[in-house]
């Protein structure tokens, strides 16, 4: 099988058996192509032109779905279980990271009143960039890079610094600094959006990131977020700002059916 899960910051890893076949899958796309990749997927979406890109010149990706940060878990399932559908259908190995929203949370602890592209997405890149250097360096991959360089969203030179941190701190790995924005890419990932049908996320990933949802009609969002969107425009109105999303204690966070229940 080509699935696996991973830790956080992996350092425990599943069953030997599930370990040995992933390495094994690795170790030939490795002997077989010439630049083996480790990818650090956002989402299927983001994932899907720089897929089809590293496959059609000469490179053997590896997809890392490591992505805490993304509120709340029902929205993290939907976006994971796509993406790993998607590297299903493309044979392309996925090795599944574990989902840790509290902790997620303490690594940006007093920076819940930052902007988007702010401080608080830094503090977000270096946990998601060092659990992929380390996730690289674990599976003998030297080199990794991430689909966020695709968003015209986010800071590259955040993301850069972040992932070039995470290569210091993980002897072995590389970051191979690419924006995933040029060469055309930005127009075929639109073509595959509309081609696979994928799922249309409203909100970047964390709470913090959903302000702008006390706009839409409830109707308009997922249902599992209606009630947290109607507490963030109640808190914005009375308080005349964007307030700090509740704690995770307040919001829905884990499923009954969640794996790490």
């Given at each position: 099988?080509?699935?696996?899960?991973?830790?956080?910051?992996?350092?425990r890893?599943?069953?030997?058996?599930?370990?040995?076949?992933?390495?094994?899958?690795?170790?030939?796309?490795?002997?077989?192509?010439?630049?083996?990749?480790?990818l650090?997927?956002c989402?299927?979406?983001?994932?899907s032109?720089i897929?089809?890109?590293?496959?059609?010149?000469?490179?053997?990706?590896?997809?890392?779905?490591?992505?805490?940060?993304?509120?709340?878990?029902?929205?993290?399932?939907?976006r994971?279980?796509?993406?790993?559908?998607?590297?299903?259908?493309?044979g392309?190995?996925?090795?599944?990271?574990?989902?840790?929203?509290?902790?997620w949370?303490e690594?940006?602890k007093?920076?819940?009143?930052?902007?988007?592209?702010?401080?608080r997405?830094?503090?977000?890149?270096?946990?998601?960039?060092?659990?992929?250097?380390k996730?690289?360096?674990?599976?003998?991959?030297?080199s990794?890079?991430?689909?966020?360089t695709?968003?015209?969203?986010k800071?590259?030179?955040?993301?850069?610094e972040?992932?070039?941190?995470?290569?210091?701190?993980?002897?072995?790995?590389?970051?191979?600094?690419?924006?995933?924005?040029?060469?055309?890419l930005?127009?075929?990932?639109?073509?595959?959006?509309?081609?696979e049908?994928?799922?249309?996320?409203?909100?970047?990933?964390?709470?913090?990131s959903?302000?702008?949802?006390?706009?839409?009609?409830?109707?308009?969002?997922?249902s599992?977020?209606?009630?947290?969107?109607?507490?963030?425009?109640?808190?914005?109105?009375?308080?005349?700002?964007q307030?700090?999303?509740?704690?995770?204690?307040?919001?829905p966070?884990v499923?009954?059916n969640?794996?790490?229940?």
């Amino acid at each position: 099988r080509r699935d696996i899960k991973s830790p956080f910051l992996p350092t425990r890893f599943c069953s030997s058996l599930q370990t040995i076949d992933l390495f094994s899958t690795v170790f030939k796309l490795m002997t077989e192509a010439i630049h083996p990749v480790l990818l650090h997927s956002c989402c299927a979406p983001c994932s899907s032109a720089i897929l089809e890109w590293l496959t059609q010149n000469g490179y053997a990706p590896t997809v890392f779905y490591f992505n805490p940060n993304i509120f709340p878990a029902q929205e993290y399932l939907t976006r994971k279980n796509e993406c790993q559908q998607y590297c299903r259908k493309l044979g392309i190995p996925f090795v599944d990271g574990d989902y840790d929203h509290a902790l997620w949370r303490e690594a940006v602890k007093g920076l819940e009143h930052e902007p988007e592209r702010g401080l608080r997405c830094r503090a977000c890149f270096g946990v998601r960039m060092l659990a992929t250097a380390k996730c690289a360096q674990r599976l003998g991959i030297e080199s990794f890079t991430t689909t966020l360089t695709g968003s015209r969203w986010k800071r590259l030179d955040q993301i850069r610094e972040a992932a070039e941190e995470a290569a210091r701190l993980t002897p072995g790995t590389r970051y191979w600094d690419m924006n995933w924005r040029k060469g055309g890419l930005q127009q075929r990932r639109g073509e595959l959006l509309a081609q696979e049908g994928f799922y249309n996320q409203l909100w970047c990933g964390c709470e913090f990131s959903m302000g702008h949802l006390t706009m839409r009609a409830p109707e308009d969002l997922p249902s599992y977020v209606r009630d947290f969107v109607k507490q963030l425009g109640s808190a914005k109105n009375k308080e005349g700002t964007q307030p700090a999303s509740p704690s995770p204690v307040q919001s829905p966070i884990v499923p009954p059916n969640h794996p790490n229940v």
